[in-house]
């Protein structure tokens, strides 16, 4: 990525995301880190990834963490989404001090996002996820905060895994190589992310 201004931005929003969500990532007793939940760990890094589409998705599109609706097909609810994306507004909205939680129209979701902590495979749950939200949204995407590999290679190798398991998208944060545990920004994916939030019509 070029050092422009745009770029020293966009490489600066991701160092903070890293900062703000890698500590709960690799909560593992294996990195001498205290255990959290999978459950919370995912919560904490959906929220951190919602801010960042909150400050570029267009006008007219929204974020939430939620459900969707087909009303349809006897109001049929879809798995939980980490995020979905929708236009107008969501039938449902549960919205209290600790929760902010939608029901989404299947008329309206544009893409529904599956976020994970990290990823070394394309694992049964991760297919069987992307075939059953299918049925309710047109686009799925995947974003890991990290990809286990040694570099680009394997992680490209996931993306085209993800892309036959039904992804139209995989983007990540930072590589982790499990042998050193160097972890190396992804600059390149996380400006390719924002482009794609940039351009949902």
Known sequence: MKLNRVAAAISQELDELISKSTPWALSSPSLGNPTIHDFVKGLILSTNVLEIIDKHIPEGLKAN???????????????ECDIIIYKGQPLKTINN???H???VGKDKAKIVIQ???GIQSVTADIKEYCKELKRFAPKIWFVAECCWAKGERRANKLKQDLKKAGYECFFYFYIMDYDSLQKTPAYDSFSEFISSIRRIK
């Open 115 to 117: 976020v994970r902590s």
């Open 101 to 103: 939680y939608v029901l």
């Open 97 to 99: 001090k600790r929760i």
């Open 65 to 79: 963490w939620g459900q969707v609706i087909d009303e349809q097909d006897g109001n049929a609810l879809s798995k």
